[in-house]
Nanobody, 124 residues
Framework: VQLQAYGGGLVQAGDSLRLSCSASGGTFGNRVMAWFRQAPGKEREFVAHIGWTGGNRYYALSVLGRFTISRDNAKNTVYLQMNSLKFEDTAVYYC??????????????????WGQGTQVTVSS
């Protein structure tokens, strides 16, 4: 499945932003979807994942209570609503998909499809 992430931008601390990731060329509704991020000079890190039907949502501690992951299987799209953004949220955000019918994981290597990334910059 091909993924395309969009919706990033430059915002101020405390602002909100919603990222979207559209899937094409493969099945979507039977894949766990996730968001990861990578800041300059750092490794790619897990942000959130969501199960096939919208349940099984899990968040990194750093974003818990501020970010919400959701999906619309009719639109083949997964979202990341980011509220109360902080300077340290600045990163390139990637959406990712696990292979079909696989359980959710938080490690980068478990995901076999990746979007191209969208830049989120939070000014302090």
């Amino acid at each position: 499945v091909q993924l395309q992430a969009y919706g990033g931008g430059l915002v101020q601390a405390g602002d909100s932003l919603r990222l979207s990731c559209s899937a094409s060329g493969g099945t979507f509704g039977n894949r766990v979807m996730a968001w990861f991020r990578q800041a300059p000079g750092k490794e790619r890190e897990f942000v959130a994942h969501i199960g096939w039907t919208g349940g099984n949502r899990y968040y990194a501690l750093s974003v818990l209570g501020r970010f919400t992951i959701s999906r619309d299987n009719a639109k083949n799209t997964v979202y990341l609503q980011m509220n109360s953004l902080k300077f340290e949220d600045t990163a390139v955000y990637y959406c990712a998909a696990r292979p079909v019918f696989q359980f959710a994981r938080v490690d980068v290597g478990s995901y076999d499809s990746w979007g191209q990334g969208t830049q989120v910059t939070v000014s302090s």
